[in-house]
């Protein structure tokens, strides 16, 4: 039998032992199997595998999306970090401005606070990620695109405040509390070989799971000493949660024990401060006051946390996944999200909890209307702020802006932040309740807002519209918030038409974000970067300028028309002595000339650095209609 005329089921056992330059090969061969070409199994797995990129159960993706990905990710991967960067947190080495001093480039770098406000990319060497990986275990040789090692080929990592965890393919785990990777092992818990399938960093705790023991936890502070002398392991002391470690089998699909049947199959968890919430194959979630140690003879059981369940309905309730950091979560269910805190977890372990409360100080679960039908695959918690991940690959920013720092993304409230909706608050930043705006990472866009900024507070029309926004201590709080709020609206929405007419609908754009990340008052995306498509889009910001010669030949050159008003027969008359004028001084020459320049300047601007303009330099800082029904001041015609 030909290998064309194999059963499908066949061809899908054998395309996982191929790599990518085989299959394509194989698939090329004859048209009947070259439908085969995107299949969304092999190229997922390809990427997976060579690139690492761990599960995300809430991301689908086709075959043509992971075979991009695939394409792509080698060389068109970059590193975008935002945020507070005092120590360097970053990754940033040039803090200072890369612009000349005074340009709209640098309206969201603090150089005295060292801020960052708007995504800037991270210049990382070729083996920046190996870089103090068990650097003083040699033992463990490093994994690189030439030699893997499973001690050191890392699936995943997790970040907590002061501490890193990683987990290697074999099953090790590697903590870092300082720039040195140490081994880690539980002192009374046998992890065998590759039972540890899951690590996470907290506020203060750091864990694992351990398959058949459940979710193991110890101090983030705890001192890492010399290793065993047989295994190179730090052996720490740790504490279990009771009733976490059942796992469903072939032969076991409920645990005998009643509280493991009660809790069921633990599918992920967080470690929040002071808690670890964890959900589980039952649908249900739990949550667990991570104290240490826990005492030897009848330590406590998780507690159920049913707020966030349906009281009525006729759809079965199934929970997809749970995400947070610090004191915030969110739970990702069939009927959509909802963010949670610690909060509310303290009032339903204090018995304050009241799920039919309408003081709006009680903590009750809050369902963010833009979270929901709109494709979220991952949630980003940093201490006050949010960062949301949409499948479209873009990031859209929540909450408040510690200390102006830039965590959001969206700008300084000394910068352009205010232009983004972010509204200064003594030494924070804020947005709107529930209001979330879309992170850009294209330098030309803040250009476009620290030119619209410019205009907002120099002289001229609209000052009087700026000082709402950024003289704010002169005007009523309530005026302020509502003309921040507008601003923040318009430009969102000009914002999104950025490359509008160079990607279409549906299509990825120039900027997709493959994982965001946020602690405390930092956040951080790796992003797939398609330069050529992001320059055809600035260009699409780019006109021709008019020089001044030229505005005055648009002026001067006429046409003979019928005039039958006696002043616009002299005016006429003086047009011709003007042109007589030209043409004897040899400036008619010179004017065609210039009209020629214009036409090929018009033709090819990108080719003329100086006689070209943005699409926005003409234009006034907007006057708008605000949400209590007011128009901000000015004399310009209202936008929209």
């Known amino acids: 039998m030909a290998l064309v005329d194999l059963p499908t089921d066949i061809l899908y056992i054998i395309f996982p032992y191929l790599n990518a330059t085989d299959f394509l090969a194989l698939t090329s061969c004859t048209q009947s199997i070259h439908s085969y070409c995107r299949d969304p199994n092999f190229w997922r797995s390809q990427t997976r595998t060579t690139f690492r990129i761990p599960p995300q159960p809430l991301l689908q993706a086709d075959g043509a999306r992971w075979q991009w990905l695939y394409r792509r990710l080698r060389t068109q991967t970059q590193l975008y970090t935002w945020g507070s960067n005092g120590s360097g947190n970053l990754g940033h080495e040039a803090l200072m401005p890369s612009a000349r001093e005074g340009s709209s480039d640098d309206l969201d770098l603090d150089t005295n606070n060292r801020n960052i406000g708007w995504p800037k990319k991270v210049q990382l060497a070729e083996n920046a990620a190996q870089i103090g990986i068990v650097a003083d275990v040699q033992s463990y040789p490093l994994t690189n695109k030439d030699r893997y090692e499973p001690s050191t080929a890392i699936s995943h990592f997790s970040t907590g405040r002061a501490v890193v965890l990683a987990l290697a393919d074999d099953g090790k785990v590697w903590q870092w509390n300082n720039e040195v990777a140490r081994l880690v092992k539980p002192l009374h818990v046998d992890v065998g070989e590759r039972n540890v399938t899951r690590v996470v960093a907290g506020w203060d705790r750091a864990s694992m799971f351990v398959k058949g023991t459940g979710i193991v936890y110890w101090p983030h502070d705890t001192p890492l000493r010399a290793g065993n002398a047989e295994t190179d392991a730090v052996l720490i002391a740790t504490a279990t949660i009771p009733g976490t470690g059942f796992a469903h089998s072939r032969y076991a699909r409920e645990s005998l024990d009643a509280l493991e049947a009660r809790i069921g199959q633990v599918v992920n968890h967080i470690a929040l401060e002071n808690y670890i919430v964890f959900i589980t194959s039952l649908n249900k979630i739990f949550f667990y006051q991570a104290s240490f140690p826990l005492p030897d003879l009848d330590p406590p059981a998780p507690t159920e946390l049913t707020a966030f369940y349906p009281s009525t309905s006729d759809v079965p309730f199934k929970i997809h996944d749970i995400q947070g950091s610090f004191r915030s979560f969110a739970i990702f269910t069939n009927f959509g999200v909802q963010k949670g805190n610690r909060a509310m977890i303290e009032a339903v372990q204090s018995g304050t909890f009241d799920p039919t409360s309408t003081d709006p100080s009680h903590p009750l679960p809050t369902m963010i209307p833009a979270l929901q039908n709109s494709s979220v695959t991952s949630i980003a918690f940093g201490d006050y702020h949010s960062q949301v991940l949409r499948s479209d690959g873009t990031i859209v920013a929540y909450g408040g802006d510690p200390q102006s720092c830039g965590a959001m993304g969206l700008g300084l409230s000394g910068g352009t932040g205010p232009l983004r909706g972010v509204l200064a608050d003594y030494s924070n930043g804020t947005l709107g309740h529930n209001v979330g705006r879309q992170v850009w990472f294209d330098p030309l866009m803040h250009r476009w807002l620290g030119n619209m900024k410019e205009k907002a507070v120099t002289k001229g029309e609209g000052k009087s519209r700026g000082d709402m926004i950024f003289q704010h201590e002169n005007h009523p709080r309530e005026s302020v918030a509502a003309a921040v709020a507008a601003v923040g609206d318009h430009f969102e929405r000009e914002g999104r038409k950025w490359e509008g007419g160079v990607v279409e609908e549906g299509e990825m754009g120039s900027y997709f974000v493959l994982k965001v990340a946020a602690a405390g008052w930092h956040s951080a995306a790796l992003v797939l970067v398609d330069e050529e498509q992001a320059e055809r889009a600035r260009q699409k910001h780019v006109v021709p300028r008019k020089t001044e010669s030229a505005l005055a030949h648009d002026h001067h050159e006429g046409t003979w028309e019928d005039i039958d008003a006696p002043w616009d027969q002299l005016t006429k008359a003086l047009d011709w002595v003007w042109g007589v004028a030209r043409w004897f001084l ?47 001041p000015g004399e310009i015609e209202v936008t929209g």
């Open 586 to 632: 040899g400036l008619q020459e010179r004017d065609q000339r210039l009209g020629a320049e214009r036409k090929k300047r018009e033709e090819e601007p990108e080719e003329h650095e100086g006689e070209t303009k943005y699409t926005w330099s003409d234009l006034p800082f907007p006057r708008l209609r605000m949400a209590n029904g007011e128009v901000m």
